[in-house]
């Protein structure tokens, strides 16, 4: 089945400085690829995801990119800020018309230091 | 506007107890899944339902049952909890068309 790694395990930035969380996946037919942010005590929350059909997305100051031949994507966030200290998930699955059975990466503490 | 709701938010087992997790979204969505999570470990698939009337195994269904009552529930069942199922258990659902998850606000589980 799918397994998805992810480094590093926590990162600390200063604030205004960016981040980049890494990710690989093991099954060449995985074909979606969430990101999640989780704040202390909360539920995990979507904040972006990319099909693999595109190579880059971007939303304001957070951009995925995927690399499918090398089974490698990462999230790049600019212009920190303190609100973005969070533990954040990567994911993988195969979407098709049925369940989309999305195995996540064991997580990123990301603290930003004012 | 509920989403997903689980309950209950914090329950504590003695081992050998058993117990039964809900979970009901309100979006129409078809599929439903059972997560649970432990420190630095992330999420794990437990049992995932792609529609009404089918469950399947994730990747620790070792422990658990579940039951698809209808399209809004999806429930998790523990039979004789043990101190390895400590955990917070989240509930998510995704529909049609809608590739990311909806989850639930977790149930913190504690079996001593």
């Known amino acids: 089945g799918e397994n998805v790694e992810q480094h590093p395990s926590t990162l600390s930035v200063q604030e205004g400085d960016s981040a980049v969380i890494k990710c690989t996946y093991s099954?060449?037919?995985?074909?979606?690829f969430p990101w999640y942010k989780q704040e202390l005590g909360k539920r995990p929350q979507l904040i972006i995801d990319?099909?693999?059909?595109?190579g880059e997305k971007k939303d304001q100051r957070i951009a995925v990119t995927l690399n499918k031949t090398a089974k490698h994507f990462s999230l790049h966030i600019t212009e920190t800020q303190p609100e973005d200290s969070a533990v954040y998930f990567c994911?993988?699955?195969?979407?098709?018309?049925?369940?989309?059975?999305?195995?996540f990466g064991s997580g990123t503490r990301l603290s930003i230091r004012p | 506007n509920a989403g997903v709701t689980q309950t209950p938010k914090f329950q504590v087992l003695k081992t050998g107890q058993s117990m039964t997790l809900q979970c009901a979204q309100d979006?129409?969505?078809?599929?439903m899944y059972w997560y649970r999570q432990d420190p630095g470990m992330g999420l794990r698939l437990i049992y995932y339902?792609?529609?009404?009337?089918?469950?399947d195994k994730g990747e620790v269904p070792n422990g658990y049952n579940v039951s698809r009552l209808n399209k809004r529930e999806f429930s998790l069942r523990l039979e004789s909890a043990a101190p390895s199922q400590t955990s917070v258990y989240f509930c998510?659902?995704?529909?049609?068309?809608?590739?990311?998850?909806?989850f639930g606000s977790g149930t913190r589980l504690t079996v001593v």
């Open positions: 339902s792609a529609s009404e009337g089918t469950t």
């Open positions: 998510a659902s995704s529909g049609q068309g809608v590739f990311g998850y909806t």
């Open positions: 099954d060449s037919a995985s074909n979606y």
């Open positions: 990319i099909r693999s059909n595109v």
């Open positions: 994911a993988a699955s195969k979407r098709y018309s049925s369940a989309s059975k999305i195995i």
């Open positions: 979006m129409n969505h078809n599929s």
